[in-house]
Each structure stands twice: as C-alpha cells, then as structure tokens.
C-alpha cells in the first residue's frame, strides 16, 4: 500500500507526533484545558465466516462512511477526521475483500453488504448511527435503512448517481479504475466521468479495487433498485456535486419528488461525482450541519 494512503504515515501524523514529543521533553509550567484528540484506530469484527475491518475516528455519536465502487474506506481519511473532530465518532467498515476485511463474496448483494453494516453499528455504534454512502455506497446505506430502521439515525447519499445512469458513465468508470490501461487514458475518463473541470484527478489514480468489479457489480443488482429506491425509514441528506455527470441538473429532485420531506438536497459547487477529494470541507460541513439537526 502507498504511504499517502496510511494516515498514521503521512506528514499531518508526523507533525502530531513531534509535537507530542516536544511536550514530553519540555513539559507545560501551567495546566492549559485543551480538547481532546479524536481517537484514531482499527479493530477487527468477527461474524462467523465474516471479519470487518473498521477503521475509528473520534468519540461521541456515531457515523459511519461507505465508500463508492471498487474502492475503499482511506479516501474518507481527511473527512473523517473532520467529523470525528466535531464531536462524533467515525466508523468506516472496510467492503469484504479490501483492507483486512473479508468472507464469502459468493452470492454477495446488498442484503448481505448491510448486515455488514448494521454487525458494525451493534458492536462499535452503540447500536444506532447516521449512514453516510459515497455513490455505490449509497446504495448499501439505503439497504441498511430499508431493514434494519432501528440501527439509522439518517442516511447521507453522497455523490448519489441518478436512479438511470446517464450514458457512458459506467464505461468511462471501467476504463479510469482499470491500471491496465494507460495511464493518460485512465486520467482523461477519471476527469470526464468523476471530477469537475480543474480539479486534480490524478489522486484517484491509485486506490481501486478492480478485481473485485464484477462481485460488487453483481451485488448492486440485487436487491432491485425498485425494491429500496422509493422506501426510506430516515430522513436522507442528499449531497451532489454541481457538476455531477451522473447526476444531471434534470435530476437533481429526483429523490426529493418521491420522498418528499424526507429529503434534503444540498449542492457543492465546483464538485463532480468524485466529491470527497475535491470538496472535503464543504462536504464534511454539510454532513456535520444536517446531523446536528437529527432528533438523537
């Protein structure tokens, strides 16, 4: 794994480590309240045949990111912090097959994807969290809500694509996420089908999971999107990158024009589908705001 995708290696981690030396060496003369770090960490479920990394940020009521298609829970690393460090506490279970997370992949759809979830709100949740899904994600947000309502405060779909995904989208993605193919090709589909003109895509160069495309592939058709599209338990915060091709402007109440009330659309400016790397503030600052407004 690259080190830019290890938080404990990158340069923030280093700075926080020499500055929890120095207060070592020359301690304070003068007791100074200060807030608390949030607490950064792993464990490692055991359900069955199944084990779930999870990835934990922060103290306080619980979120938990999903991320999108064939990739995994590291690029939530600068938004997690940032919620953990609004009071929350932020678990990111690793999709089986990524991370040290797996089980039978066989079979695999969102029913089984959400048991995932819901195993992890019950043993590091406290039994009851806000769901926040990036694109595919989402899909596996909603699941969970749709059968498991007592363990969702809400459900965050971010980067959400419209319920029909406008034309090239998927082969654009199968191109960008495919290091098989050259890499100017890939940077040109990532830029087309994943982030808004002048924003930099070449972070998401690294980070996906293509052997595991046809597994999620096949588990996101199942349930059909018939089936937990128009039913939602929870209020949902529906947040789109203005610049979203697969979610076109025409679209943009879709959910909002069969769930009514439920739903509240939010729209980050200078943002495509890829969202997290290109508006990580804007993005955290919505989640943080609209959570603050959920009964607990």
Not at 78 to 86: C, E, K, L, M, S
Not at 221 to 244: C, F, H, R, T, Y
């Amino acid at each position: 794994m690259p080190l830019a995708r290890v938080p404990w290696l990158r340069p923030g981690f280093a700075l926080a480590l020499a500055a929890a030396a120095a207060m070592l060496v020359f301690p304070a003369t003068a007791t100074v309240a200060q807030t608390p770090e949030p607490v950064h960490g792993r464990d490692l479920l055991h359900d069955g045949d199944v084990a779930i990394e999870v990835l934990v940020n922060g103290i306080g009521p619980s979120v938990v990111l999903l991320p999108s298609s064939q990739r995994d829970s590291l690029d939530f690393d600068d938004i997690a912090q940032r919620i953990a460090q609004a009071g929350y506490r932020v678990l990111r279970p690793q999709p089986r097959g990524m991370g040290r997370s797996s089980g039978p992949l066989e079979g695999l759809d969102l029913s089984v994807l959400a048991r995932d979830v819901a195993f992890t709100i019950d043993k590091l949740g406290e039994g009851r969290a806000v769901i926040v899904g990036h694109a595919y994600g989402h899909f596996v947000a909603r699941v969970t809500d749709m059968s498991y309502p007592s363990r969702v405060r809400g459900v965050v779909v971010l980067g959400a694509a419209a319920k029909t995904f406008p034309k090239g989208m998927v082969e654009s993605l199968a191109i960008a996420a495919d290091p098989g193919k050259p890499r100017d090709e890939r940077l040109t589909q990532l830029q087309f089908s994943m982030f808004a003109p002048g924003n930099d895509a070449s972070s998401w160069l690294e980070g996906w999971h293509p052997e595991l495309r046809e597994v999620y592939r096949k588990a996101g058709a199942a349930p059909n999107k018939d089936v937990w599209w128009p039913v939602s338990n929870s209020p949902i915060l529906d947040i789109q990158g203005e610049e979203d091709p697969w979610r076109p402007a025409a679209t943009r109440n879709e959910l909002k024009d069969v769930l009514g009330d439920k739903v509240t659309v939010r729209v980050i400016p200078r943002a495509g589908h890829a969202l997290i790397p290109e508006q990580p503030a804007a993005v955290a600052e919505a989640i943080i705001a609209w959570i603050r407004t959920l009964e607990p």
